[in-house]
């Protein structure tokens, strides 16, 4: 249960941070300069491209390196980083690219029509975004960020490579020394599948809130 806790906590984080970077990314993608457009090409693409197990491996120690390396430079003495705070922002990073394309898709799907109707009343890109653009996405951001979050919850195990204890290291741990792997490993089954189920239930929610007023697929039929 502790590395349940500990799972749901990562991913959490993680999905916050990918939501906060898929948000910038998809605004820059489409209002953004050539220059800020074709890093965000390049950041989407190698993340998309590069499995994430060796993405977390390269981010996790190289990237704790290079900032020890940093202070260790400007003067400052070595940091042992929080593993928790490393696993969010390493996971927060792979998920902020897949956040950017289903925002971006999102943001597209509005009609243009309401965008256009709001600047013409001379709504600041603040206002535009707070009172339009997102209540407007949302009904087309949901599903795609749903499963982000489904697949956040499972991402977590990967970090066990890196010896964050999580719930399939806890499993593997108590397992091996159990050795009754057959309960362990089910029960670690059952576990995601009710984080999963409990998921679906309140993102099903959040759905039909986020479409209140829109027609449904029977009404269109």
């Known amino acids: 249960?502790?590395?349940?806790?500990?799972?749901?906590?990562?991913?959490?984080?993680?999905?916050?941070?990918?939501?906060?970077?898929?948000?910038?990314?998809?605004?820059?993608?489409?209002?953004?300069?050539?220059?800020?457009?074709?890093?965000?090409?390049v950041y989407t693409t190698v993340v998309r491209a590069v499995p994430e197990l060796v993405l977390i491996l390269l981010l996790y120690y190289a990237g704790t390196d290079l900032i020890n390396q940093v202070l260790t430079a400007i003067g400052y003495q070595r940091?042992?980083?929080?593993?928790?705070?490393?696993?969010?922002?390493?996971?927060?990073?792979?998920?902020?690219?897949?956040?950017?394309?289903v925002m971006r898709g999102a943001i597209l799907a509005i009609p243009q029509g309401q965008?256009?109707?709001?600047?013409?009343?001379?709504?600041s890109p603040g206002l535009l975004l707070r009172r339009i653009t997102l209540?407007?996405?949302?009904?087309?951001?949901?599903?795609?960020?749903?499963?982000?979050?489904?697949?956040?919850?499972k991402d977590t195990a990967l970090l066990a490579v890196v010896g964050f204890f999580e719930l399939t290291l806890a499993t593997r741990q108590a397992a091996g020394v159990t050795k009754a792997y057959l309960i362990f490993y089910l029960a670690a089954g059952v576990l995601y599948l009710a984080v999963t189920l409990f998921s679906n239930l309140l993102l099903g929610r959040a759905e039909k809130w986020a479409r209140r007023g829109m027609p449904s697929i029977k009404d269109a039929r």
């Open 1 to 41: 249960m502790l590395g349940l806790l500990h799972s749901i906590e990562i991913a959490v984080g993680a999905t916050i941070v990918g939501l906060f970077i898929g948000t910038c990314g998809a605004y820059g993608k489409l209002y953004g300069g050539p220059v800020v457009r074709d890093l965000l090409a």
């Open 115 to 123: 965008i256009e109707a709001a600047r013409a009343y001379g709504m």
């Open 79 to 101: 940091v042992d980083i929080n593993g928790l705070v490393a696993g969010i922002a390493v996971l927060g990073f792979v998920q902020g690219a897949y956040s950017t394309e």
């Open 135 to 153: 209540p407007a996405m949302l009904p087309f951001a949901i599903p795609g960020l749903a499963n982000l979050w489904l697949i956040a919850t």
